[in-house]
Protein backbone atom coordinates (compact mmCIF):
# COMPACT_ATOMS: atom_id res chain seq x y z
CA UNK A 1 0.00 0.00 0.00
CA UNK A 2 1.27 3.45 -0.95
CA UNK A 3 2.20 4.97 2.45
CA UNK A 4 2.09 8.82 1.23
CA UNK A 5 2.11 10.94 -1.93
CA UNK A 6 5.59 12.01 -2.48
CA UNK A 7 6.43 15.29 -1.54
CA UNK A 8 7.51 15.54 -5.33
CA UNK A 9 4.36 15.11 -6.72
CA UNK A 10 2.00 16.88 -4.26
CA UNK A 11 4.61 20.24 -3.66
CA UNK A 12 6.23 20.47 -7.64
CA UNK A 13 9.77 20.89 -5.53
CA UNK A 14 12.25 20.08 -8.06
CA UNK A 15 14.16 16.45 -6.86
CA UNK A 16 17.64 17.26 -8.68
CA UNK A 17 20.17 16.61 -6.14
CA UNK A 18 21.95 20.03 -5.05
CA UNK A 19 24.86 20.76 -2.88
CA UNK A 20 23.56 22.65 0.63
CA UNK A 21 24.65 26.46 0.40
CA UNK A 22 24.69 28.67 3.22
CA UNK A 23 21.83 30.78 3.51
CA UNK A 24 21.41 33.65 6.41
CA UNK A 25 19.31 32.30 9.71
CA UNK A 26 16.91 35.17 9.18
CA UNK A 27 16.36 33.93 5.63
CA UNK A 28 15.29 30.62 6.66
CA UNK A 29 13.56 31.40 9.60
CA UNK A 30 11.34 33.67 7.18
CA UNK A 31 10.94 30.70 4.59
CA UNK A 32 9.95 28.62 7.17
CA UNK A 33 7.49 30.94 8.39
CA UNK A 34 5.82 30.93 4.73
CA UNK A 35 6.15 27.28 4.59
CA UNK A 36 4.21 26.70 7.69
CA UNK A 37 1.85 29.38 6.88
CA UNK A 38 1.16 28.42 2.92
CA UNK A 39 1.82 24.64 3.00
CA UNK A 40 1.65 22.92 6.08
CA UNK A 41 -1.46 24.46 8.24
CA UNK A 42 -4.10 22.59 7.45
CA UNK A 43 -6.88 24.75 4.82
CA UNK A 44 -10.52 24.41 5.67
CA UNK A 45 -11.19 20.86 3.53
CA UNK A 46 -8.37 19.59 5.54
CA UNK A 47 -10.03 20.25 8.72
CA UNK A 48 -12.44 17.94 7.16
CA UNK A 49 -10.03 15.36 6.36
CA UNK A 50 -8.83 15.24 10.19
CA UNK A 51 -12.12 15.23 11.85
CA UNK A 52 -12.83 12.06 9.07
CA UNK A 53 -9.54 10.25 10.51
CA UNK A 54 -10.79 11.24 13.89
CA UNK A 55 -14.09 9.42 13.30
CA UNK A 56 -12.51 6.20 11.23
CA UNK A 57 -9.60 6.01 14.32
CA UNK A 58 -12.74 5.78 16.99
CA UNK A 59 -14.67 3.75 15.12
CA UNK A 60 -12.35 1.03 14.33
CA UNK A 61 -10.76 0.66 17.80
CA UNK A 62 -13.73 0.49 19.66
CA UNK A 63 -15.48 -1.38 17.04
CA UNK A 64 -12.82 -3.95 16.40
CA UNK A 65 -11.95 -4.30 19.81
CA UNK A 66 -15.45 -5.21 20.70
CA UNK A 67 -15.56 -7.87 18.07
CA UNK A 68 -12.68 -9.61 19.42
CA UNK A 69 -13.73 -9.14 23.10
CA UNK A 70 -17.06 -10.53 21.89
CA UNK A 71 -15.68 -13.69 20.67
CA UNK A 72 -12.95 -14.29 23.31
CA UNK A 73 -15.49 -14.27 25.85
CA UNK A 74 -18.57 -16.43 24.57
CA UNK A 75 -18.22 -20.18 23.73
CA UNK A 76 -20.97 -20.37 21.72
CA UNK A 77 -19.25 -17.70 19.13
CA UNK A 78 -15.82 -19.64 18.98
CA UNK A 79 -16.98 -21.01 15.32
CA UNK A 80 -14.45 -21.67 12.46
CA UNK A 81 -15.59 -17.83 10.67
CA UNK A 82 -15.41 -16.26 13.86
CA UNK A 83 -11.78 -17.11 14.29
CA UNK A 84 -11.17 -15.36 11.14
CA UNK A 85 -13.28 -12.61 11.74
CA UNK A 86 -11.01 -11.88 15.13
CA UNK A 87 -7.64 -12.05 12.29
CA UNK A 88 -9.20 -9.76 10.22
CA UNK A 89 -10.31 -7.37 13.25
CA UNK A 90 -6.78 -7.81 14.66
CA UNK A 91 -5.11 -6.96 11.74
CA UNK A 92 -7.50 -3.68 11.71
CA UNK A 93 -7.06 -2.77 15.07
CA UNK A 94 -3.26 -2.41 14.33
CA UNK A 95 -3.07 -0.93 11.01
CA UNK A 96 -5.21 1.98 12.91
CA UNK A 97 -3.64 2.18 15.97
CA UNK A 98 0.08 2.25 14.55
CA UNK A 99 -0.15 3.66 11.05
CA UNK A 100 -3.80 5.57 10.88
CA UNK A 101 -1.98 8.93 12.70
CA UNK A 102 1.09 8.61 10.79
CA UNK A 103 -0.87 8.92 7.52
CA UNK A 104 -2.71 11.34 8.26
CA UNK A 105 0.29 13.59 9.39
CA UNK A 106 1.70 13.13 6.37
CA UNK A 107 -1.23 13.95 4.65
CA UNK A 108 -1.76 17.64 6.52
CA UNK A 109 1.78 18.22 6.59
CA UNK A 110 3.21 16.43 3.38
CA UNK A 111 6.15 15.64 5.24
CA UNK A 112 7.67 12.63 7.18
CA UNK A 113 8.09 13.79 10.84
CA UNK A 114 9.01 10.16 12.26
CA UNK A 115 12.33 9.49 10.99
CA UNK A 116 14.66 6.72 9.79
CA UNK A 117 13.33 3.72 11.53
CA UNK A 118 9.89 4.29 11.36
CA UNK A 119 9.97 4.70 7.60
CA UNK A 120 10.83 1.27 7.68
CA UNK A 121 8.42 -0.22 10.21
CA UNK A 122 5.25 1.62 9.51
CA UNK A 123 4.89 0.92 6.02
CA UNK A 124 5.98 -2.53 6.23
CA UNK A 125 3.10 -3.04 8.39
CA UNK A 126 0.82 -1.12 6.27
CA UNK A 127 1.45 -3.81 3.79
CA UNK A 128 1.64 -6.57 6.25
CA UNK A 129 -2.24 -5.57 7.43
CA UNK A 130 -3.57 -5.80 3.96
CA UNK A 131 -1.83 -9.05 3.38
CA UNK A 132 -3.30 -10.50 6.52
CA UNK A 133 -6.90 -9.01 5.67
CA UNK A 134 -6.64 -10.42 2.33
CA UNK A 135 -5.45 -13.84 3.11
CA UNK A 136 -7.74 -13.91 6.31
CA UNK A 137 -10.77 -12.75 3.35
CA UNK A 138 -9.84 -15.68 0.99
CA UNK A 139 -9.63 -18.33 4.09
CA UNK A 140 -12.93 -17.51 4.70
CA UNK A 141 -14.66 -17.69 1.32
CA UNK A 142 -12.63 -21.56 0.92
CA UNK A 143 -14.30 -22.31 4.47
CA UNK A 144 -17.64 -21.36 3.47
CA UNK A 145 -17.38 -22.69 0.20
CA UNK A 146 -16.08 -26.35 1.19
CA UNK A 147 -18.86 -26.22 4.09
CA UNK A 148 -21.73 -25.26 1.85
CA UNK A 149 -20.59 -26.43 -1.60
CA UNK A 150 -18.25 -29.56 -0.64
CA UNK A 151 -19.45 -30.66 2.85
CA UNK A 152 -17.97 -33.93 2.52
CA UNK A 153 -14.33 -33.57 0.93
CA UNK A 154 -13.00 -31.36 3.83
CA UNK A 155 -14.04 -30.76 7.39
CA UNK A 156 -12.48 -27.25 8.93
CA UNK A 157 -12.13 -27.44 12.39
CA UNK A 158 -11.07 -24.40 15.22
CA UNK A 159 -7.69 -25.86 15.71
CA UNK A 160 -7.10 -26.00 12.10
CA UNK A 161 -8.30 -22.47 11.67
CA UNK A 162 -5.99 -21.49 14.47
CA UNK A 163 -3.09 -22.83 12.47
CA UNK A 164 -4.47 -21.20 9.62
CA UNK A 165 -4.27 -17.94 11.38
CA UNK A 166 -0.68 -18.43 12.31
CA UNK A 167 0.44 -19.38 8.98
CA UNK A 168 -1.38 -16.22 7.21
CA UNK A 169 0.84 -13.97 10.17
CA UNK A 170 3.75 -15.58 9.49
CA UNK A 171 3.76 -15.37 5.31
CA UNK A 172 2.01 -11.94 5.76
CA UNK A 173 5.36 -10.72 7.87
CA UNK A 174 8.01 -12.48 4.98
CA UNK A 175 6.10 -11.73 1.97
CA UNK A 176 6.30 -7.92 2.47
CA UNK A 177 10.20 -7.32 3.95
CA UNK A 178 11.17 -6.14 0.69
CA UNK A 179 8.50 -3.47 1.25
CA UNK A 180 10.78 -2.46 4.03
CA UNK A 181 13.73 -3.01 2.49
CA UNK A 182 13.38 -0.49 -0.12
CA UNK A 183 12.06 2.56 2.35
CA UNK A 184 13.89 5.21 3.11
CA UNK A 185 13.97 8.77 4.45
CA UNK A 186 15.27 12.11 2.81
CA UNK A 187 14.78 15.91 2.46
CA UNK A 188 13.47 17.65 -0.21
CA UNK A 189 15.42 20.35 0.54
CA UNK A 190 18.97 19.62 1.98
CA UNK A 191 19.58 23.05 3.31
CA UNK A 192 17.21 22.73 5.80
CA UNK A 193 17.81 19.35 6.77
CA UNK A 194 19.83 20.55 9.75
CA UNK A 195 17.28 22.73 10.89
CA UNK A 196 13.87 20.99 10.46
CA UNK A 197 12.28 17.72 9.46
CA UNK A 198 9.71 19.50 7.21
CA UNK A 199 9.44 17.92 3.81
CA UNK A 200 11.37 15.39 4.78
CA UNK A 201 10.27 12.47 2.23
CA UNK A 202 9.51 8.82 3.11
CA UNK A 203 9.77 6.95 -0.18
CA UNK A 204 11.04 3.77 -2.68
CA UNK A 205 14.74 3.46 -3.51
CA UNK A 206 15.18 1.14 -5.74
CA UNK A 207 18.12 0.22 -8.04
CA UNK A 208 16.92 0.27 -11.11
CA UNK A 209 13.46 1.49 -12.86
CA UNK A 210 12.06 -1.98 -13.53
CA UNK A 211 12.28 -3.20 -10.40
CA UNK A 212 9.13 -1.22 -8.75
CA UNK A 213 7.20 -1.89 -11.89
CA UNK A 214 8.35 -5.87 -11.38
CA UNK A 215 7.39 -5.31 -7.34
CA UNK A 216 3.73 -3.17 -7.69
CA UNK A 217 2.63 -5.48 -10.75
CA UNK A 218 2.81 -8.45 -8.48
CA UNK A 219 1.19 -6.52 -5.27
CA UNK A 220 -1.68 -5.90 -7.11
CA UNK A 221 -2.25 -9.36 -8.76
CA UNK A 222 -1.11 -11.32 -5.41
CA UNK A 223 -3.11 -8.68 -3.35
CA UNK A 224 -6.02 -7.62 -4.91
CA UNK A 225 -7.24 -8.74 -8.47
CA UNK A 226 -6.18 -12.51 -8.22
CA UNK A 227 -7.54 -13.31 -4.71
CA UNK A 228 -10.82 -10.96 -5.25
CA UNK A 229 -11.16 -12.93 -8.63
CA UNK A 230 -10.89 -16.32 -6.82
CA UNK A 231 -13.39 -15.18 -3.84
CA UNK A 232 -16.04 -14.14 -6.32
CA UNK A 233 -15.91 -17.45 -8.25
CA UNK A 234 -16.06 -18.78 -4.52
CA UNK A 235 -19.65 -17.13 -3.44
CA UNK A 236 -20.94 -16.94 -6.55
CA UNK A 237 -21.38 -21.13 -6.15
CA UNK A 238 -22.08 -20.27 -2.38
CA UNK A 239 -25.35 -18.19 -3.58
CA UNK A 240 -26.23 -20.66 -6.27
CA UNK A 241 -26.65 -23.61 -3.49
CA UNK A 242 -27.89 -21.24 -0.97
CA UNK A 243 -30.55 -18.83 -2.77
CA UNK A 244 -31.52 -21.92 -5.47
CA UNK A 245 -34.93 -24.09 -4.86
CA UNK A 246 -33.35 -26.96 -3.35
CA UNK A 247 -32.62 -26.65 -0.22
CA UNK A 248 -28.86 -28.01 0.78
CA UNK A 249 -28.95 -31.15 2.22
CA UNK A 250 -33.17 -31.62 2.17
CA UNK A 251 -33.73 -35.48 0.64
CA UNK A 252 -36.46 -35.77 -2.07
CA UNK A 253 -38.00 -38.72 0.37
CA UNK A 254 -38.45 -36.01 3.37
CA UNK A 255 -40.02 -33.65 0.66
CA UNK A 256 -42.34 -36.37 -0.57
CA UNK A 257 -43.33 -37.54 3.28
CA UNK A 258 -43.57 -33.75 4.49
CA UNK A 259 -47.40 -32.52 5.73
CA UNK A 260 -48.91 -29.51 5.79
CA UNK A 261 -50.07 -27.75 8.96
CA UNK A 262 -53.57 -27.80 6.67
CA UNK A 263 -53.24 -31.76 6.31
CA UNK A 264 -52.28 -32.40 9.66
CA UNK A 265 -56.02 -30.53 10.25
CA UNK A 266 -57.44 -32.89 8.11
CA UNK A 267 -56.38 -36.30 10.02
CA UNK A 268 -57.78 -34.30 13.50
CA UNK A 269 -54.72 -33.33 14.71
CA UNK A 270 -54.71 -30.08 15.76
CA UNK A 271 -51.88 -26.76 16.05
CA UNK A 272 -51.01 -27.94 18.96
CA UNK A 273 -50.17 -31.47 18.30
CA UNK A 274 -46.30 -32.11 17.86
CA UNK A 275 -44.55 -32.08 14.82
CA UNK A 276 -43.95 -35.48 13.37
CA UNK A 277 -40.19 -36.48 13.15
CA UNK A 278 -39.90 -35.67 9.83
CA UNK A 279 -41.38 -32.35 10.33
CA UNK A 280 -39.36 -31.27 13.01
CA UNK A 281 -36.29 -32.55 10.47
CA UNK A 282 -37.01 -30.61 7.80
CA UNK A 283 -37.67 -27.22 10.13
CA UNK A 284 -34.38 -27.96 11.70
CA UNK A 285 -32.70 -28.12 7.94
CA UNK A 286 -34.51 -24.84 7.05
CA UNK A 287 -33.37 -23.24 10.64
CA UNK A 288 -29.84 -24.00 9.35
CA UNK A 289 -30.10 -22.66 5.35
CA UNK A 290 -31.43 -19.55 6.90
CA UNK A 291 -28.45 -19.31 9.23
CA UNK A 292 -25.79 -20.23 6.60
CA UNK A 293 -27.94 -17.54 4.42
CA UNK A 294 -27.61 -15.02 6.71
CA UNK A 295 -23.48 -15.79 7.16
CA UNK A 296 -22.85 -15.51 3.46
CA UNK A 297 -24.75 -12.44 2.73
CA UNK A 298 -22.59 -11.17 5.75
CA UNK A 299 -19.50 -12.07 4.52
CA UNK A 300 -19.94 -11.16 0.26
CA UNK A 301 -20.82 -7.25 2.17
CA UNK A 302 -17.61 -7.52 3.83
CA UNK A 303 -15.98 -8.44 1.05
CA UNK A 304 -17.77 -5.87 -1.64
CA UNK A 305 -16.60 -3.24 0.87
CA UNK A 306 -13.06 -3.85 0.95
CA UNK A 307 -12.75 -4.48 -2.96
CA UNK A 308 -14.30 -1.10 -2.80
CA UNK A 309 -12.20 0.59 -0.57
CA UNK A 310 -9.39 -0.84 -1.81
CA UNK A 311 -9.69 -0.61 -5.43
CA UNK A 312 -8.46 3.60 -5.68
CA UNK A 313 -4.79 2.49 -3.63
CA UNK A 314 -4.78 -0.13 -5.40
CA UNK A 315 -4.58 1.86 -9.05
CA UNK A 316 -3.18 4.72 -7.75
CA UNK A 317 -0.29 2.92 -6.89
CA UNK A 318 -0.05 0.76 -9.72
CA UNK A 319 -0.17 4.09 -12.39
CA UNK A 320 2.19 5.65 -10.35
CA UNK A 321 4.73 2.89 -9.63
CA UNK A 322 4.20 0.62 -12.86
CA UNK A 323 3.26 3.47 -15.54
CA UNK A 324 5.26 6.96 -13.99
CA UNK A 325 2.26 8.94 -13.91
CA UNK A 326 2.29 11.94 -11.15
CA UNK A 327 5.96 12.89 -11.67
CA UNK A 328 5.12 16.06 -13.45
CA UNK A 329 1.40 16.32 -12.07
CA UNK A 330 -0.05 19.60 -13.43
CA UNK A 331 -2.91 20.18 -11.01
CA UNK A 332 -1.28 19.33 -7.58
CA UNK A 333 -4.16 19.72 -5.34
CA UNK A 334 -5.93 17.36 -8.05
CA UNK A 335 -3.21 14.42 -7.30
CA UNK A 336 -3.27 15.52 -3.46
CA UNK A 337 -6.88 15.10 -3.10
CA UNK A 338 -7.02 11.73 -5.00
CA UNK A 339 -4.06 10.06 -2.73
CA UNK A 340 -5.17 11.76 0.42
CA UNK A 341 -8.75 10.31 -0.28
CA UNK A 342 -7.65 6.99 -1.05
CA UNK A 343 -5.37 6.43 2.03
CA UNK A 344 -8.61 7.60 4.17
CA UNK A 345 -10.68 4.94 2.32
CA UNK A 346 -8.12 2.10 3.57
CA UNK A 347 -8.89 2.75 7.29
CA UNK A 348 -12.15 3.60 6.79
CA UNK A 349 -12.96 0.06 5.39
CA UNK A 350 -11.23 -1.22 8.81
CA UNK A 351 -14.01 1.19 10.48
CA UNK A 352 -16.68 -0.53 8.26
CA UNK A 353 -16.46 -4.33 9.23
CA UNK A 354 -17.44 -3.88 12.70
CA UNK A 355 -20.88 -1.51 11.23
CA UNK A 356 -21.43 -4.52 9.07
CA UNK A 357 -21.07 -7.62 12.24
CA UNK A 358 -23.68 -4.94 13.48
CA UNK A 359 -26.22 -4.76 11.18
CA UNK A 360 -26.44 -8.34 9.83
CA UNK A 361 -25.07 -10.40 12.59
CA UNK A 362 -27.59 -10.72 15.40
CA UNK A 363 -25.09 -12.27 17.92
CA UNK A 364 -22.61 -9.46 17.56
CA UNK A 365 -25.35 -7.12 17.82
CA UNK A 366 -26.44 -8.58 21.28
CA UNK A 367 -22.74 -8.15 22.23
CA UNK A 368 -22.53 -4.96 20.93
CA UNK A 369 -25.08 -3.63 23.01
CA UNK A 370 -23.75 -5.73 26.12
CA UNK A 371 -20.81 -4.02 25.84
CA UNK A 372 -21.70 -0.15 24.85
CA UNK A 373 -24.54 -0.92 27.97
CA UNK A 374 -22.20 -1.35 30.42
CA UNK A 375 -20.30 1.71 29.67
CA UNK A 376 -23.02 4.37 28.95
CA UNK A 377 -25.57 3.33 31.66
CA UNK A 378 -28.43 5.27 29.55
CA UNK A 379 -28.57 2.09 27.33
CA UNK A 380 -30.09 -0.21 30.06
CA UNK A 381 -28.59 -2.47 32.20
CA UNK A 382 -24.97 -3.55 32.05
CA UNK A 383 -25.33 -6.72 29.88
CA UNK A 384 -23.19 -9.74 30.60
CA UNK A 385 -20.43 -10.40 27.69
CA UNK A 386 -20.01 -14.02 29.30
CA UNK A 387 -21.53 -16.80 27.98
CA UNK A 388 -24.80 -17.99 28.09
CA UNK A 389 -26.38 -20.84 31.02
CA UNK A 390 -26.60 -24.09 29.40
CA UNK A 391 -30.17 -23.54 29.30
CA UNK A 392 -30.06 -20.66 27.26
CA UNK A 393 -27.23 -21.79 24.84
CA UNK A 394 -29.54 -25.13 24.08
CA UNK A 395 -31.85 -22.27 22.35
CA UNK A 396 -29.08 -21.88 20.15
CA UNK A 397 -28.27 -25.00 18.92
CA UNK A 398 -32.09 -25.34 18.69
CA UNK A 399 -30.86 -27.50 15.10
CA UNK A 400 -30.87 -31.25 17.31
CA UNK A 401 -33.84 -33.13 16.76
CA UNK A 402 -34.02 -33.76 20.61
CA UNK A 403 -34.21 -29.99 21.22
CA UNK A 404 -37.29 -28.79 23.50
CA UNK A 405 -36.50 -24.83 23.49
CA UNK A 406 -39.12 -21.88 24.34
CA UNK A 407 -40.44 -22.31 21.32
CA UNK A 408 -43.59 -23.23 21.18
CA UNK A 409 -45.14 -26.13 19.44
CA UNK A 410 -47.75 -23.73 17.72
CA UNK A 411 -45.27 -21.59 17.11
CA UNK A 412 -43.51 -24.20 14.95
CA UNK A 413 -46.17 -25.01 13.17
CA UNK A 414 -46.49 -21.17 11.92
CA UNK A 415 -42.38 -21.52 10.98
CA UNK A 416 -42.95 -24.89 8.74
CA UNK A 417 -46.11 -23.07 7.40
CA UNK A 418 -44.12 -20.38 5.98
CA UNK A 419 -40.96 -22.40 4.61
CA UNK A 420 -43.48 -24.22 2.22
CA UNK A 421 -43.09 -21.87 -0.27
CA UNK A 422 -39.17 -22.78 -0.90
CA UNK A 423 -40.32 -26.10 -1.71
CA UNK A 424 -40.03 -27.24 -5.64
Same mark, same amino acid.
Not at 96 to 113: F, G, K, N, Y
Not at 284 to 295: H, L, N, P, S, Y
Not at 394 to 411: D, E, N, P, T, Y
Given at each position: ???????????????????????????????????????????????????????????????????????????????????????????????????????????????????????????????????????????? +?? /????? =?? !???? #??? %?????? *???????????????????????????????????????????? +?? /????? =?? !???? #??? %?????? *????????????????????????????????????????????????????????????????????????????????????????????????????????????????????????????????????????????????????????????????????????????????????????????????????
Amino acid at each position: MEPSATAEAQMGVPTASREPSPVPPDYEDEFLRYLWRDYLYPKPYEWVLIAAYVAVFLVALVGNTLVCLAVWRNHHMRTVTNYFIVNLSLADVLVTAICLPASLLVDITESWLFGHALCKVIPYLQAVSVSVAVLTLSFI +AL /DRWYA =IC !HPLL #FKS %TARRAR *GSILGIWAVSLAVMVPQAAVMECSSVLPELANRTRLFSVCDERW +AD /DLYPK =IY !HSCF #FIV %TYLAPL *GLMAVAYFQIFRKLWGRQIPGTTSALVRNWKRPSELEDQGQGPSTEPQPRARAFLAEVKQMRARRKTAKMLMVVLLVFALCYLPISVLNVLKRVFGMFRQASDREAVYACFTFSHWLVYANSAANPIIYNFLSGKFREQFKAGFSCCLPGLGPCGSLKAPSPGSSACHKSLSLQSRCSVSKVSEHVVLTSVTTVLP
